[in-house]
């Protein structure tokens, strides 16, 4: 059984849309392994009827170890509100060709800025095609974790509302774009999973696979994972995270 959100909840609500109205909704929630989507799939499920999970492969090099990932975290939090994992393909090593997101050259380290880690469309693409699978399976929401701090073009305020309406139009009828975390930075975020496990999320651009085979190693020293470590000190919840390369202890 669902439940609604309190009127001082942190995270933001659909437009339009009460908490009693959302509580009988269902959702396609587009994850990846990173803490905005454990938080939206372990904090947020309870407050709508069902939650859909959608992962879209793009061919990133990265992917492999994050369904993986993503699959340990839904069995951890195993939820009659959501529904079971959906991979859905969408090539774009084609397009990407010769990026660092595909070949693992010159990926982004900490200390770049956050724009290092753009891939162009991404945002676009994985509405689209979502959109599509929502209009064939009934679901009348499409939920992200964009922040208010992504610095993107396809993160925009107007992008999503542009998008909402395109989608609208090309499938003959409204499904609703969510960002539930659009006012919030990714402390935030960690602050409000902090009950869950986080540990087995991941937000590396360059993960690697323990000789065991099952526990996946963050690399500790890309943008994602600076940006990871910083949330996490920032939230003042003890990062529980797997890194190869351990940094100094970071301060607030």
């Keep these: 059984m669902s439940q609604s959100p309190t009127s001082d909840q942190a995270f933001s609500l ?8 959302l509580s009988g909704m269902e959702v396609a929630a587009l994850v990846s392994a990173g803490v905005e989507s454990a938080v939206m799939l372990g904090a947020l499920s309870p407050v709508v009827k069902r939650m859909h999970p959608i992962y879209l492969k793009f061919g990133l090099r990265w992917e492999e170890c994050e369904i993986k990932q993503l699959r340990q975290f839904l069995q951890a939090i195993e939820s009659y509100c959501l529904a079971p994992l959906s991979v859905l393909s ?17 990926v982004p380290l900490s200390g770049t ?28 929401v499409v939920a992200l974790g964009s922040l208010v701090s992504n610095p993107f073009p396809d993160a925009t305020d107007d992008f999503f509302d542009g998008m909402q309406a395109l989608m609208g139009q090309a499938l003959d009828g409204r499904t609703i774009v969510w960002r539930p975390f659009a006012k919030m930075h990714k402390e935030d975020v960690v602050k409000l ?12 651009l360059q993960p690697a696979t323990r000789v065991d085979g099952e526990t996946t190693v963050q690399c ?33």
Excluded at 14 to 21: D, R, V
């Design 14 to 21: 659909p437009q339009g849309i009460s908490a009693e109205a």
């Design 90 to 106: 969408l090539p774009m090593t084609d397009v990407y060709q010769g990026h660092w997101s595909t070949e693992g050259e010159s």
């Design 113 to 140: 800025p956050d724009e290092a880690v753009f891939l162009p469309g991404r945002n676009l693409l994985m509405l689209a095609k979502t959109a599509v699978w929502c209009s064939l399976n009934n679901v009348q």
């Design 193 to 204: 999973g902090a009950d869950l496990p986080l540990e087995l999320s991941q937000s590396c």
């Design 220 to 252: 500790g020293h890309c943008n994602k994972c600076e940006e990871r470590r910083s949330a996490f000190v920032r939230a003042g919840v003890e990062d529980k995270t797997v890194y190869a390369r351990q940094r100094v202890p970071l301060t607030p």
